[in-house]
């Protein structure tokens, strides 16, 4: 069972960036496709990007394309959100989550196919 904390949110001008992190624990990391949700207030929660647990495959939602960027380090259990150009719209808090995939490679990207989701972190944007 993977365990997640999340990290790096805070406030930043629109223009700007951020970059949230994703610690896991408890279970063997590279077996886990991860993903990156976020909800903002009065909205449903909202697939942001996903990437396989190779880090070969990345997935994301169509408005964050070109400016949010998923990595992975296997080694270290983190999975990374890099977010520039941010807008007012970015505005929410952000979730990771994680699926055992045993292996496959795999970009999963809607909220059921997660089990394992962390507290979130937030972020502002403003303008």
């Known amino acids: 069972q993977a365990r997640l904390v999340e990290s790096g949110g805070g406030l930043v001008q629109a223009g700007g960036s951020l970059r949230v992190s994703c610690a896991a624990s408890?279970?063997?990391?590279?077996?886990?496709?991860m993903g990156w949700f976020r909800q903002a207030p009065g909205k449903e929660r909202e697939f942001v990007g996903g990437?396989?647990?190779?880090?070969?495959?990345?997935v994301y939602e169509d408005s964050v394309k070109g400016r949010f960027t998923i990595s992975r380090d296997n080694a270290k259990n983190t999975v990374l959100l890099q977010m520039n150009s941010l807008k007012p719209e970015d505005t929410a808090v952000y979730y990771c989550a994680a699926e055992r995939v045993l292996g496959r490679e795999v970009v999963l990207t809607t909220i059921a196919s997660y089990r394992y989701w962390g507290q979130g972190t937030q972020v502002t944007v403003s303008s």
């Open positions: 408890g279970d063997t990391f590279s077996s886990y496709a």
């Open positions: 990437i396989s647990c190779s880090g070969s495959s990345t």
